[in-house]
């Protein structure tokens, strides 16, 4: 497997470049900004782009997938419980302070348990709303590799203040689903380092008090709310 990761766009968001070594058929993850960058990787692969993949809609994460699409001509996907949120990217961009990208066009959702393939390698999408109601995990389970999004970072956890978000269904999310992946998965989060659900189980304060109580409200949690008060 070819995976490159570029920090894009001033939050920093982690796309990634996944491609086939041997097919050089290749999906992009999030390409939110600096599509430049993204397809200075694809020629000097010599890949081939099949499809744009979106974690969830919010700026940072999209802003840069119609760029791509029209470099590339790979079709853009999305769970469809974001597409509301996918018509706020005006909003979303005065936000953070950036140009408004325009409309993105979706051309299909991506729904829990579906599978995404290219070339050999497959992911399976995981329907984990909470950041946003339509976020999506991708797990390539033959790479144990999760591309999380803004559900699960090292440490720490998506933020839930912002239009659709749920702190009790991202705990449902994790609980149910990301933290039920082998101790040896490495994660991709949306922003920051890598970490593996087996560091998270023991280290993220958001998760090693819930076995017991499934939404921990105790100084951990207040603690790391603090610490992320950014767009993400
Ligand atoms: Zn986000």
Known sequence: MIHKILSVGPLQCNCSIIGDESTHEAMVIDPGDDIEDVLAIIRQYNLQVKQIVITHAHIDHVGGAMKLRAATGAPI??????????????????????????????????????????????????????????????????????????????????????????????????????????????????HGPRTTIGEEREENPFLVSSSENVFPMGEPRRACLERNRRVE
């Open 77 to 190: 996907l999305l769970n469809q419980n974001d597409y509301a949120l996918l018509k706020m990217l005006d909003v979303q961009a005065s936000w953070i302070g950036v140009a408004p990208p325009g409309d993105v066009a979706i051309e299909a959702s991506i729904g829990d348990g579906e599978s995404l393939e290219t070339g050999s390698l497959k992911a399976n999408v995981m329907h984990t709303p909470g950041h946003t109601e339509g976020s999506v995990c991708l797990y390539f389970p033959a790479e144990k590799l999760l591309i999380a999004g803004d559900t699960l970072f090292a440490r720490s956890i998506g933020r839930t203040d912002l239009p659709g978000g749920s702190f009790e269904k991202i705990m449902r999310s994790l609980r149910d689903r990301v933290m039920t992946l082998p101790d040896n998965t490495v994660v991709i989060p949306g």
